[in-house]
């Protein structure tokens, strides 16, 4: 439907980025947050239009759509507070000293824009972590130009959004080549894009595939740069032995909906289950494969992922000793996801990085553990996530510290007695993880945090008062917090 971008295109669109890199870093965050709000007016103003591409698209319900896109436009409107906020910048002061021996020089330090950002749409979201997504917001929040390569899976809605963008920009005056958006299939555009010299950093959000041949690319470069890829996760569930007693039934009835939530298209998808084996796992599974019988398939966003994901289901399946115990009972139909729940005795698992994988789907497998000191040793096996979940009493935690510090390490975000589907939007969530789950586990693409990950630290030594930017002037001209010799204080310098 669109044509790719040639190699000169993307280089002309990068060189234009460059340029306006120069401009846009020296506009103040009342003008980049403004620039974002006008943004989140402009998607709104899509309509009906936006909502009904979308579905056409991706094969997500409207509600789900509608959601979504209030998400989105959210995202760029607290991100835009927290711009001009400027909480983000870190603005830290230490006085001179000239008595002191050596003297102590005059340091102020902030962070400053990293310059043109390259972000690659996702297929599961097409508003929230794509074009106008957490990524975008926050480079334009951190004073970057963005390059967006669109996610060919939703590429009219892709182009929708821009429009959006672009016609934000032409009324705040931005910079020409602020944004630019881009189509492009095929993996040497995104090469192209990741290895231009004034391309600073890149957003990724997608398959461990794809995340990993940018991040390596980055990393090639005579000049590497920092690449933020989500790449997906299994999510474990620890099931513990007093509250699977207390709860069986309630829990598997909670994660049947989480399982097929979307039909399973969600990063945060619970892929493992893991207890000890027993009359009460034994519950659970019998009451989980019932509620799995009564959830029919879902068509899932695309053809190319509900092929993957019937290939990888087929595949765990098959391996020795894996047992399936429900699939759906309704038969799907073309490009729908089959809704399906497997196990397997922790020992088998241990030994078969087969069905460590994720599997992007209404799919989990439940492992069977002899014993307490097994389910440890399945923990301290698995790789990075972006979640774990304990499903826990007070004295579960208690009695397991070994197990808890073990699940802690793995994960960005520890989830007790809930579910992993559902992230919040705000500064206390990380939706980031260890690897494999991304490739820098210190930073998420949710919250205003993120906006950290497209600057840099700069310390200013010794400069005239007049000299230094605004937010590290005596005056504290913006009124920002910062922290002045060792103490947090919006108070002028005398």
């Known amino acids: ?50 909502i009904e591409t979308a579905m056409k698209e991706t094969n997500l319900p409207e509600a789900r759509l509608m959601g979504e896109r209030a998400r989105t436009i959210f995202q760029l409107n607290s991100y835009a507070d927290a711009c001009e906020k400027a909480d983000w910048l870190e603005a830290r002061i230490d ?24 972000v690659f749409g996702a297929s599961n979201f097409p508003f929230a972590y794509s074009t106008a997504g957490g990524d975008t917001a926050c480079a334009f929040a951190a004073g970057c130009p963005v390059i967006v390569k669109a996610h060919p899976a939703h590429a009219q809605t892709s182009e929708l959004v821009a429009g959006a963008i672009l016609k934000a920009a ?28 004034h391309v600073r950093a890149v957003g990724f959000t997608g398959s461990f595939i794809g995340g990993k041949a940018l991040f390596d690319a980055a990393n090639q470069r005579k000049e590497p740069i920092p690449v933020f890829s989500e790449m997906g996760s299994v999510n474990p569930v620890f099931l513990m032995p007093e509250k699977l007693k207390e709860s069986a039934a309630d829990i598997a009835k909670m994660y049947a909906g989480s399982i097929t939530l979307s039909t399973g298209q969600f990063c945060t998808n619970p892929g493992l289950i893991i207890a000890v084996d027993g009359n009460d796992l034994n519950i659970f599974i019998d009451k989980l494969g019932e509620e799995i ?7 899932m966003l695309h053809p190319g992922i509900a092929k993957l994901y019937n290939e990888k289901r087929i595949s765990a399946l098959a391996q020795k000793d894996v047992e399936t115990v429900s699939v759906s009972s309704v038969a ?35 492992i069977k553990c002899k014993d307490a000191n097994e389910m440890l040793e399945v923990a301290k096996h698995l790789e990075g996530q972006l979640t774990s979940t304990l499903m826990a009493t007070v004295n579960d935690v208690r009695e397991n510290d070994e197990l808890v510090e073990a699940v802690k390490n793995i994960c960005g975000r520890f989830i007790l007695n809930g579910v992993p589907t559902g992230v919040e939007v705000c500064l206390s969530m990380h939706h980031g993880g260890p690897f494999p789950a991304t490739t820098d586990s210190r930073y998420s693409s949710v919250g205003a945090d993120g906006i950290k990950r497209f600057a840099r630290p700069v310390s200013f030594q010794n400069w005239a008062n007049e000299l230094l930017p605004d937010e590290l002037k005596n005056e504290n001209p913006l009124h920002i ?11 002028v310098i005398k």
């Not at 000293?97 to 824009?113: E, G, H, Q």
């Not at 910062?482 to 108070?491: A, G």
């Open 293 to 299: 019988k009564n959830i029919a398939p879902g068509t």
């Open 170 to 197: 032409e009324k705040c005056n931005m910079p020409k080549g602020i944004f630019t958006h881009i189509h492009s299939s095929g993996f040497e555009g995104g090469r192209a894009l990741v290895t231009h010299t």
């Open 481 to 491: 917090w910062r922290t002045v010799n060792n103490e947090l204080t919006k108070d």
């Open 1 to 50: 439907m669109f044509k790719d971008a040639t190699i000169d295109e993307i280089n002309g669109s990068i060189e234009l980025a460059w340029k306006a890199f120069h401009d846009y870093r020296k506009l103040s965050l009342k003008h980049r947050a403004a620039f974002m709000k006008a943004i989140a007016v402009e998607i709104d103003a899509l309509g009906t239009s936006l």
């Open 332 to 366: 799907p139909k073309e490009n729908q996801g089959t809704p399906t729940i497997a196990t397997v005795h922790a020992h088998v698992f241990l030994d078969n990085p087969v069905l460590h994988q994720e599997i992007f789907g209404p799919y989990s497998l439940v």
């Open 95 to 118: 006085t001179a000293i000239p008595t002191k021996t050596p003297p102590k020089p005059d340091l102020r330090k902030m962070l400053v824009p990293l310059g043109p950002v390259v």
